[in-house]
T-cell receptor
């Protein structure tokens, strides 16, 4: 069974440029998460989807970050415009159980460097 | 907000030694998860705990859900080089978001 797939693995951009990350969860997993991981820190939740509905986006900086999961399967996270402080790893995860409970399975992450 | 404190922040041990690390919280959780993250990879789930007092093993790894529901412990027996990495605890209460600790970085000297 394929795991959570993310792309790109690495992205280097200049500040004020836009960037987008893509995630395809494990087949059959209705719940999808985007996490932010700064260097030397644990992951922090940005947004959680149940199918196509964003049920927890309280930690998403909505002035520059947006996310979508239009068909309830794969998802895109966008930053526009990017700032220096956005340099981090963006992790996507999925889980089988609804309600944000249960075991999360992570992708390899997308490492963003903003110059 | 909820915070998890992992201890120690880093460990330097000899191959073959046993390892112990823990995670504490000011809040009660009803789920504890332990993950391992290798450089350039995403966290990989090691053990999941769902009941206070529960002791669960996965090979050389053993984790326990503290009786107070505010802590959890992870032990690794007879460490080997591939155990190197960062270990994260994560706690959850009901349908609230999963909260991660800061990680324990394990380094093994051959």
């Amino acid at each position: 069974e394929a795991g959570v797939v993310q792309s790109p693995r690495y992205k280097i951009i200049e500040k004020k440029q836009p960037v987008a990350f893509w995630c395809n969860p494990i087949s059959g997993h209705n719940t999808l998460y985007w996490y932010l991981q700064n260097l030397g820190q644990g992951p922090e939740l940005l947004i959680r989807y149940e199918n196509e509905e964003a049920v927890d986006d309280s930690q998403l900086p909505k002035d520059r970050f947006s996310a979508e999961r239009l068909k309830g399967v794969d998802s895109t996270l966008k930053i526009q415009p990017a700032e220096l402080g956005d340099s981090a790893v963006y992790l996507c995860a999925s889980s089988l159980l609804r309600g944000g409970t249960g075991e999360l399975f992570f992708g390899e992450g997308s490492r963003l460097t903003v110059l | 907000g909820q915070q998890l404190n992992q201890s120690p922040q880093s460990m330097f041990i000899q191959e073959g030694e046993d390892v112990s690390m823990n995670c504490t919280s000011s809040s009660i959780f009803n789920t504890w998860l332990w993950y391992k993250q290798d450089p350039g990879e995403g966290p990989v789930l090691l053990i999941a705990l769902y009941k206070a007092g529960e002791l669960t093993s996965n090979g050389r790894l053993t984790a326990q859900f503290g009786i107070t529901r505010k802590d959890s412990f992870l032990n690794i027996s007879a460490s080997i080089p591939s155990d190197v990495g960062i270990y994260f605890c994560a706690g959850q209460r009901g349908a609230q978001k999963l909260v991660f600790g800061q990680g324990t970085r394990l380094t093994i000297n051959p």
